[in-house]
């Protein structure tokens, strides 16, 4: 076996990554964006972007973000066990961004990023309006994260099972939904870093029999 050590950065995150920004991030990236609304109990609307997220199964369906810290996003969905996830899309990424201020839990998010909430059919907390694909869930677990040895970490695992999906028809060519015409934003590692996806980077590959 070749000496790998000039080829390879390899560190110990544990004992630091020794580069300017943390890679992680950008390794495993980009990440789709949990664009997600939530409702206290008081009834304040809530809109927040995790890119710590992702689908977990299919049948149910379950989709979960991460939530670093206690946020209202986590602390409206324990309370409540509902939350809407919002696609993100390159026409929206303005507001979705500007849905991340660090603001009071008593301050609506649709509000200042001027979105419109759509009443959910199943739900309490909107979806939002300009956004072409949403799901409705109701959590199903909220798991403290731990690192090794069960070390606690200030993170926390959302899941809920999708109870209703709304789908822009624009969207479904032949009762097909097709990916690239969403537009989907995509979170990339450096601080500003986006992507998203178009047509021309489709490639199909099938299961080998
Ligand atoms: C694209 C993007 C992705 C983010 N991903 C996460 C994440 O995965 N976990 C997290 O805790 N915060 C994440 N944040 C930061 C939260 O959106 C931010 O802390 C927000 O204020 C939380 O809102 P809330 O308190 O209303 O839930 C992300 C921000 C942006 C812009």
């Keep these: 076996m070749s ?17 300017p920004h943390d890679p992680f991030n950008a390794i495993i990236g980009p990440r789709p964006i949990g664009w997600i609304s939530s409702r206290s109990p008081d009834g304040v609307l ?4 995790y890119s710590f997220f992702t689908a977990f199964n299919y049948v149910p369906p379950l989709i979960g973000f991460s939530s670093l810290g206690r946020k209202d996003t986590m602390r409206n969905i324990e309370a409540t066990g509902e939350f809407v996830w919002n696609l993100a899309t390159r026409p929206l990424a303005e507001a979705m961004n500007q849905s991340c201020a660090v603001v009071p839990p008593e301050v609506d998010e649709f509000q200042l ?29 909220i ?15 959302v899941l809920g099972e999708v109870v209703a999906v709304h789908i822009d028809r624009s969207l479904l060519k032949d009762g097909i939904y097709d990916t690239a015409a969403g537009q989907p934003i995509l979170r990339g590692g450096g601080p500003g870093d986006y992507f998203f996806i178009e047509a021309a980077q489709r490639f199909r590959m099938f299961r080998p029999e």
């Design 3 to 19: 000496d790998s050590t000039d080829r390879f950065h390899s560190y110990v995150p544990r004992e630091g990554h020794g580069l």
């Design 46 to 49: 809530n809109l927040a972007p």
């Design 113 to 141: 990023a001027k979105l419109t909430p759509l009443a959910s059919q199943v739900v309490a907390p909107p979806r939002v309006a300009q956004s072409p694909v949403s799901m409705e869930c109701k959590c199903t677990q």
């Design 143 to 157: 798991l403290p994260l731990l690192g090794l040895d069960g070390t606690p970490s200030p993170s926390h695992l």
